[in-house]
Structures are given as C-alpha cells and as structure tokens.
C-alpha cells in the first residue's frame, strides 16, 4: 500500500517568506509526527497528531511555527517569516496510534531559506 | 526532561567486522526502546523495538539489540557487517505514561567499506 508522502520534496524560499509543507499519512494511522532534521542534530521532534485529541506542540521551536491536521489526515506545516536557521529537511511520520507501535516515515521536504 | 544520546557520531569499520552503536537514554520510568535506520537516498525505518520480556531484542538484516535498564543503555550490534549495512542509525525512546512523544538521538554514521 501506499506510504508516507510528503509535498514538496524539496523548496528554496526567501528569508521572510511563509512556506507550507503537507503531509499525506499512510491511510487508518491517526497519530502523525513532524520532525525536523538538521546536520549533526539528529530528529527534533516538532508536533504529534493523535485522533482527536489536542495536538502537542511542545517542540515548537518558536510561535512562526505552526501545524494542522485536516480530517484526522493531511496535515500541513506552515512556516511563517522564514529565517536561514530554519533550512532543514522536515520528516512526517505516522503510526496506528494505538501505543507504542512503528513509526512510519515520509521522504521529508528539504527546506532551504536563502 | 528525556533525552538520547548517542556518542558515536561517526564509525568506519570494514566489512566482516563487528559492530556495536551506543544509546543511552535519561528517564526513570518505564521506556519502550527504538533502532532505526535511513540508508542512503531512503526513508528511515525501523530497525528493532524493545517493548517489555527478553532484553535482547533481534531485528531484520541480523541486528540485534540489549536493554540494560541498571545502565539506561540499548546498543545496537552486529557481529559481522557488510557493506550494505552503510546508513545512519537513531536510537529512539518512548516513555509508557501515555505520551506519543518520542525522543531520538543525534545518530551515528556508520561507514562500512568493503
């Protein structure tokens, strides 16, 4: 079946501009995941989906960051004012959600902020 | 707060050689433990899971992996790796109290060169 995908696969921005990032996670996982990967920082965690309830957005580097998840499906990272520390590849996840199952993983979108 | 640590961030072995990646996590609850792998140009995947019973976990491609709880340690090992076993590897951490937040490590870059 179908896995992961995530849109774009790579975008080039303009410091100060606002970039949206989509997630499509794989079909019946209610729980979804952002991260953010950097050289040599490993996976920061950004912000969990889980059904309905409230997300946590506890990695939330800063208030120009923000998600949705639509439906209990795509979810989008949107990105606001844009800063050069922000270039990055951001990785979506998704899994059951039932406890502490396999994550599974998108491609990522490369971010790169000029 | 839980954190991963990883404290090879590079390794280069030859092939047939033995492996064995550090992880060392800071919690003191009940934890459900993670390897996973990105191999170049791939998305990352799991490798193995610890989630409770035999603290000697073994995953796919013969790696396996031990829960040490009096160390806080789950490393990664291999006895003989070849040179498709080249990819980044995370150790990852969860903790049981209901959270779906995981916490990965910095990873480690294993080279493998035949």
């Known amino acids: 079946g179908a896995g992961v995908s995530q849109s774009p696969s790579n975008k080039v921005t303009e410091k100060g501009k606002d970039v949206e990032l989509r997630c499509d996670p794989i079909s019946g996982h209610t729980a979804l995941y952002w991260y953010r990967q950097s050289l040599g920082q490993g996976l920061e965690f950004l912000i969990y989906f889980q059904g309905n309830s409230a997300p946590d957005k506890s990695g939330l580097p800063s208030d120009r960051f923000s998600a949705e998840r639509t439906g209990g499906s795509v979810s989008t990272l949107t990105i606001q004012r844009t800063q050069q520390e922000d270039s990055a590849v951001y990785l979506c996840?998704?899994?059951?959600?039932?406890?502490?199952?396999?994550?599974?993983f998108g491609p990522g979108t490369r971010l790169l902020v000029l | 707060a839980q954190s991963v640590s990883q404290h090879n961030h590079h390794v280069i072995l030859s092939e047939a050689a033995s492996l064995e990646l550090g992880c060392n996590y800071s919690y003191g609850g009940t934890v459900n433990l993670f390897w996973y792998v990105q191999y170049p140009g791939q998305h990352l995947q799991l490798l193995l899971k610890y989630f409770s019973g035999d603290p000697l976990v073994k995953g796919i491609k013969g790696f396996e992996a031990e829960f040490i709880k009096s160390k806080f340690s789950f490393n990664l090992r291999k006895p003989s790796v070849q040179w498709s076993d080249t990819a980044e590897y995370f150790c990852a951490v969860k903790d049981t109290s209901g959270t779906y937040k995981y916490i990965f490590g910095t990873g480690t870059r294993l080279k493998v060169l035949a």
């Open positions: 996840a998704s899994s059951l959600g039932r406890g502490s199952e396999t994550q599974y």
